[in-house]
């Protein structure tokens, strides 16, 4: 059984910085890619970054240059740095296998970013 739990979420100012882990067991890590999602109020869960299991990077448009998303496969765990936050990056984050599994979703971590 595949579990995922993400934790590194929190409150931050515009502007700053957080960074999220997501640990991985039930599966054979270093084979999958990995993705950060978030679901902000009202809308729809959305992509986030993605990373493949020979370490090709994707973002989305809308956190490239500020995200930055990492593995370490010895630790079945996959990262998000987020730099740069906006109030717009409030959100949900999930992490899920990239592409995303439909029985993967884990309870996520809340992102707030406000003053």
């Known amino acids: 059984q595949v579990q995922l739990v993400e934790s590194g979420g929190g409150w931050v100012q515009p502007g700053g910085s957080l960074r999220l882990s997501c640990a991985a067991s039930g599966m054979i890590f270093s084979i999958n890619g990995m993705g950060w999602y978030r679901q902000a109020p009202g809308k729809q869960r959305e992509v986030v970054a993605g990373?493949?299991?020979?370490?090709?990077?994707d973002y989305a448009d809308s956190v490239k240059g500020r995200f930055t998303i990492s593995r370490v496969n010895v630790e079945n765990t996959v990262y998000l740095q987020m730099n740069s936050l906006k109030p717009d990056d409030t959100a949900v984050y999930y992490c899920?296998?990239?592409?995303?599994?439909?029985?993967?979703w884990g309870q996520g971590t809340q992102v707030t970013v406000s003053s």
């Open positions: 990373i493949t299991s020979g370490g090709r990077t």
């Open positions: 899920n296998a990239y592409p995303f599994h439909r029985d993967y």
